[in-house]
């Protein structure tokens, strides 16, 4: 059975059960700073469970899409650990719990994909009596029903929050696989077992627990459940995920339709044969998961960078290019990105339109780790050469420019040099904790109730509060939820309001909002116990600041429409920054933009500024507002019903920011250059209305100012620039001779010594020079490789050996003995030394004392 059908299959059983279907959302989590990634299927519905929102159906079902950064360096070792991967889920708030969410998870897996009763055995907790009498009526016996602990069969919402017992269904392959042990079954720890696998977790969310660990029941119980399509497909399909007698390989979710076309095409790509060799189906597996991982991230918005999720994008992709290098040097991981658009392309169309840019991107990214392949290889042969590599070093040279560990243990075994692997592993190991911890749960303390924003409309509300809580490190400050609000949070890339909040005559700075869920928290800058749930207060929003990001908010949309007219529909948004005083936009471009095109989309930008065009909102399905022609961003959350922003009828998009009614309140936009920022993301900062106006003043001062010293008209300086610059290009290049004359001895006091058969030379330049080993070098020129130069300029010095000396005399050496006559400091290493902080009028006997320890050192070494 194709993944495709099973896909399919799962999201109308649960339809025909009342369920709500509902679309993937974006691996970018909305309003919720606690996470990387969507790293399961309940993420998006994170407010429903927490009574912070009304769902839209009390039932619904998603085929979602995750990421979980955690196994990415485990990927490849097993059949069944993924980055990327499709998560089936069916929820209910509120609606029905064990007894239905039991049922319809064993009539879906026994009647839909007709998989063997016998193999399915099911996982609860030690205390959940209901979830065992429900498994048997089903008809599963009682030994295949196992009970575990809360290491096992409990979910928690993070420290405090809903959380509640959860029954995993386990597929057996077979005693085959197994450790053969009478007590083998689900979760068994006996090395090398692979026999059991889990498929399905379905989650009982029916506490909420406090910071003293109480647990008190919730009004309403909810169900949340994942299935991995990728696993069920290989279950279904007969594709073991577990290593098969003899130490066979597992191939399992890799042998399915989601990943073959992948693995075929890597194979070809490298000459590489896929199931012959365990080491190369490591690699093919690797590259097939992170090709799918890279694709998907990008298409829904990130991009390579050294911080977040750019970070993690990046890692993935060095991953898989060491991978690649292993199955020789055709491999490339960006040439899977067509076949990842094509595998996903009628799921997930973002994959497909982007793919060119995507496979840009990842191209890019290839050179990039080449280089940093280069530099990990010269750091790596500089810490050998100490003779000592410390697991630290090692994981260092991994996490910063991805260089593999296994690489790094491998070259200096080369060399007689021995890395602790195990303390290495330890360090990684950590990193992978520090990143589940980043990926998933709720954090506390989260606010109970939603927040109604009405800032749209209103700039001032008097409102109640909910919650209040005070900010660690801070006591002067609090973090305050409210019934509702006119303070727009920072979302969408448009700045959070500021403001005040103001009560019995008192008033407080409101200095930051974000989301939280669909709660809204205010950074007040008001000690925590002046304000209590249900305090009255009025909401004030800073209203010439909210116009100014507004003015930018909206110039952006002229901007991205201006952009896709002049350039093609390829330059895709790839974020922004809306603040009050700029606006930076970052859109998908293989290249820098012509002079010619920057001015068109600069003219296009302030002419339909000045057509004065009315902003029109609208609330329409999903579906209608695209046909339409909005432009959906990666970064929004959308809903059944989405809010479209258009600017009469040539700039449309999906946006729930804030905007001017019309574009000429907008005044006027300038643009600077585009600029890199990544492979194959562009970068244009703008500025607008006022802060326009006064970049454009500071423009006419500056200009104002250099005519004057130039004494030249405005349309004269261009000219008048490049005369000057072409003056001090000749002017340098004259300096340039008359320092290679100095250096060579034209002019230079240049004094020798010969002890026993090595040249000695002292030079004097003048003070300003910075360059002192040039004149260090060409004095060498006239030693034949058989000598020692000191130059002094001022109270700096340089020392440069002869490179055939630079054994017998260290250069540290050298300038040691040096200083201990003219003073100062310093230090070298190999053949070059400098120092400074000298006595210009000892200079004499240190070069008479440097000879005396020449000398005597050369005496020794005879």
Same mark, same amino acid.
């Given at each position: ?9 799962? @999201? ?14 974006? =691996?970018?989590?909305?309003? /919720? ?22 769902? $839209? ?57 007709? =998989? ?54 386990h597929y057996d392959w077979g005693e ?31 506490? /909420? ?144 339109? &982007? ?20 530099? %990990? ?11 000592? =590599? ?22 200096? &075994? ?25 990926? +998933? ?13 009405n800032g749209y409309d209103q700039l ?21 939820? #409210? ?8 979302? %969408? ?23 939280? +869920? ?7 800058? *008001? ?19 909210? &116009? ?31 603040? $009050? ?25 302030? /002419? ?24 959906? =961003? ?10 479209? *922003? ?14 001017? !009614? ?7 936009? #300038? ?5 890199s920022i990544g492979a194959g993301i ?44 072409? !003056? ?9 001779? *008359?320092? &290679?004359?100095?250096?060579? +001895? ?10 026993? +058969? ?14 002192? #080993? ?5 004095? @060498?020129?006239?030693?034949? %490789? ?73 005496? %020794? /070494?005879?």
């Amino acid at each position: 059975m194709k993944s495709a059908e099973i896909r399919q299959r799962f @999201l109308n059983f649960f339809k025909e059960r009342d369920h709500k279907v509902l679309p993937s959302a974006s =691996l970018i989590p909305f309003g /919720d700073p606690t996470l990387l990634f969507v790293s399961a299927g309940m993420v998006p519905f994170k407010p429903f469970f927490l009574g912070q929102a009304k769902p $839209p159906h009390p039932r619904a079902t998603t085929v979602q899409k995750v990421f979980r950064s955690s196994d990415i360096d485990v990927v490849g070792h097993d059949g069944h650990h993924l980055t990327f991967f499709e998560m089936l889920g069916n929820f209910s708030f509120g609606e029905y719990f064990k007894e239905k969410a039991i049922a319809y998870a064993y009539e879906f897996l026994i009647k839909e994909m007709a =998989l063997e009763r016998g193999r399915l055995w099911a996982g609860i907790h030690n205390e959940d009596d209901e979830s065992f009498e429900i498994w048997k009526k089903t008809g599963i016996p009682e030994a295949r029903i196992r009970r575990f602990g809360d290491e096992y069969n409990f979910w928690a919402a993070g420290p405090t929050g809903p959380c509640g017992t959860d029954s995993e269904v386990h597929y057996d392959w077979g005693e085959e696989y197994g450790c053969r042990r009478p007590d083998c079954g689900p979760n068994c720890e006996h090395p090398g077992c692979d026999r059991f696998l889990e498929i399905w977790n379905l989650v009982f969310i029916q506490w /909420d627990r406090d910071q003293a660990g109480h647990r008190t029941p919730l009004a309403s119980k909810g169900i949340d459940t994942g299935m991995s399509l990728e696993r069920i497909t290989a279950i279904v399909d007969g594709f073991t995920t577990a290593g098969g007698p003899g130490g066979r390989s597992p191939s399992g979710v890799f042998e399915t339709d989601l990943f073959q076309p992948l693995i075929r095409h890597f194979a070809e790509e490298t000459g590489k044969a896929y199931g012959d060799d365990p080491p190369t189906d490591v690699s093919l597996k690797v590259l097939a998961d992170h090709a799918r991982g890279a694709t998907m991230l990008m298409a829904d918005g990130v991009a390579p960078s050294n911080e977040g999720r750019g970070y993690v994008l990046r890692r993935l992709i060095r991953r898989a290019m060491v991978h690649a290098r292993r199955l020789g040097p055709a491999g490339r991981l960006s040439s899977g990105v067509p076949i990842v658009a094509t595998i996903f392309g009628d799921v997930y169309s973002e994959a497909r339109k &982007q793919a060119s840019q995507i496979t840009e991107v990842v191209r890019s990214e290839e050179e990039r780790f080449s280089i940093a392949l280069r530099q %990990g290889m010269e750091r790596l042969q500089g810490l050998i050469d100490r003779k000592a =590599l410390t697991s630290e070093e090692v994981f260092y040279l991994h996490d910063t420019l991805g260089f593999p560990v296994e690489l790094s243990a491998e070259l200096a &075994q080369e060399q007689g040099v021995a890395v602790d692997m195990t303390a290495v592993a330890a360090l990684m190991q950590g990193q992978r904790e520090r990143s589940r911890v980043a990926t +998933g749960g709720f954090t506390a303390p989260l606010a109970g109730r939603a927040t109604r924003f009405n800032g749209y409309d209103q700039l001032e509300v008097d409102t109640a509060l909910t919650d209040v809580f005070a900010v660690a490190g801070d006591p002067e400050q609090a973090d305050v939820f #409210l019934e509702e609000t006119p303070f727009y949070a920072e979302r %969408g890339g448009q700045t959070a309001d500021t403001g005040w909040l103001t009560w019995d005559g008192e008033k407080a700075s409101v200095l930051d909002v974000q989301p939280q +869920g669909e709660a809204i928290r205010h950074r007040v800058a *008001v000690p925590p116990d002046r304000l209590k749930p249900g305090d009255r207060v009025s909401a004030v929003v800073d209203a010439p600041r909210r &116009q100014a990001i507004a003015r930018h908010h909206s110039a952006t949309h002229l901007l991205h429409r201006a952009l896709r007219d002049v350039l093609g529909e390829q330059a895709i948004q790839a974020g922004s920054s809306v603040q $009050p005083d700029y606006a930076t936009f970052d859109f998908r471009f293989p290249r820098a933009l012509t002079a010619d095109e920057l001015d068109r989309v600069f003219r296009l930008l302030n /002419d339909k500024i000045r057509a004065d065009l009315l902003r029109r909102v609208e609330e329409l399905p999903l579906e209608q507002a695209i046909a339409t022609g909005a432009v959906a =961003l990666f970064d929004e959350k959308y809903g059944d019903l989405v809010r479209v *922003v258009s600017f009469g009828d040539w700039a449309r998009e999906l946006c729930g920011g804030t905007h001017v !009614e019309r574009t000429g309140e907008i005044g006027i936009a #300038l643009i600077s250059s585009d600029r890199s920022i990544g492979a194959g993301i562009r970068r244009i900062e703008m500025r607008a209305g006022a802060a326009a106006e006064r970049r454009v003043r500071e423009y006419e001062r500056v200009l104002t100012e250099l005519g004057e010293t130039l004494r030249a008209g405005l349309s004269e300086l261009p000219s008048r620039v490049a005369t000057v610059q072409a !003056e001090v290009k000749r002017l340098e290049k004259e300096i340039a001779k *008359v320092r &290679q004359r100095l250096a060579a +001895g034209g002019g230079a006091q240049l004094e020798e010594a010969d002890v026993d +058969g090595v040249r000695l030379f002292l030079q004097r330049v003048d003070a300003g020079e910075r360059d002192l #080993l040039t004149f260090a070098d060409h004095a @060498l020129t006239r030693a034949n %490789g058989n000598g020692v130069a000191i130059v002094v300029g001022g109270r700096n010095f340089a020392v440069k050996v002869a490179s055939q000396l630079a054994d017998r005399l260290p250069a540290n050496d050298l300038v040691q003995a040096f200083r201990q006559v003219a003073g100062g400091k310093g230090g070298g290493r190999g053949p070059v030394g400098q120092g400074g902080g000298i006595d210009p009028e000892r200079v004499d006997d240190a070069f008479k004392s440097l000879q005396d320890y020449v000398r005597s050192h050369l005496k %020794g /070494d005879r």
